[in-house]
């Protein structure tokens, strides 16, 4: 069974740019979430995608924002970036929503100049 | 806002030692405790997980102690190897899939 695959795997922006990052979940699993991993300040979520539904939401401006289509596949964009915005960006996939295993993909490293 | 905190940050032990990851949490609500190993250009990987329900779960050489009355949870390796340098991370979860990590411990396992 093929993981979580995450597009592209790195990326460079210039500020101010908008960037949309995109995840393929396991086949199956309708939940997918997003993340955000800094040195600073670690993992942190960004959103989380239930049968093409905003279920929950983490603590990130507007520019921060995500969909999900009907097949489970998810993207998230990010507008005017910042250059705190450089972080890896990960995505993570669960069968059914709830406290079930979430499985990360190896994520998208953006690079914001 | 921490919600989980997580220590040490860092911890270096002998092949064969125990290494110990300690957590706390203080929202009531979470009820769901996952492990998570991450090597360096990979995403976070499932360890093992636990609910407050349980005070111990074993799975392999990887073991979780949950003490709910004291609101921490620990990570322990069993005869810790090379294989098992990474960081790993505690995390919680109340609802749905919003996981709360903890800081990440950096273990490094000397051969």
């Known amino acids: 069974k093929a993981g979580v695959t995450q597009t592209p795997r790195y990326l460079i922006k210039t500020r101010g740019q908008q960037v949309t990052l995109s995840c393929s979940p396991i086949?199956?699993?309708?939940?997918v979430s997003w993340y955000q991993q800094t040195p600073g300040q670690g993992l942190q979520f960004l959103f989380e995608?239930?049968?093409?539904?905003?279920?929950n939401k983490g603590n990130f401006p507007g520019r921060f924002s995500g969909r999900q289509f009907s097949n489970s596949r998810s993207e998230m964009n990010v507008s005017t970036l910042e250059l705190g915005d450089s972080a890896l960006y990960l995505c993570?996939?669960?069968?059914?929503?709830?406290?079930?295993?979430?499985?990360f993909g190896q994520g998208t490293r953006l690079t914001v100049v | 806002q921490q919600q989980v905190k997580q220590s040490p940050q860092s911890l270096i032990v002998q092949k064969g030692g125990i290494p110990i990851i300690n957590c706390a949490y203080e929202?009531?609500?979470?009820?769901?405790f996952p492990w998570y190993q991450q090597f360096p250009g990979k995403g976070p990987a499932l360890l093992i997980a636990i609910r407050p329900d349980v005070s111990e779960k074993k799975e392999g050489r990887f073991t979780i102690s949950f003490n709910k009355s004291a609101k921490q949870f620990s990570l322990h390796i069993m005869d810790s190897q090379p294989g098992d340098s990474a960081t790993y991370f505690c995390?919680?979860?109340?609802?749905?899939?919003?996981?709360?990590f903890g800081a990440g411990t950096i273990l490094r396992v000397k051969s």
């Open positions: 993570a996939s669960s069968p059914i929503g709830g406290d079930t295993e979430a499985f």
């Open positions: 995390a919680a979860t109340e609802y749905g899939n919003k996981l709360v």
């Open positions: 086949s199956g699993h309708r939940s």
């Open positions: 929202n009531t609500a979470f009820d769901y």
């Open positions: 995608y239930f049968s093409e539904t905003q279920r």
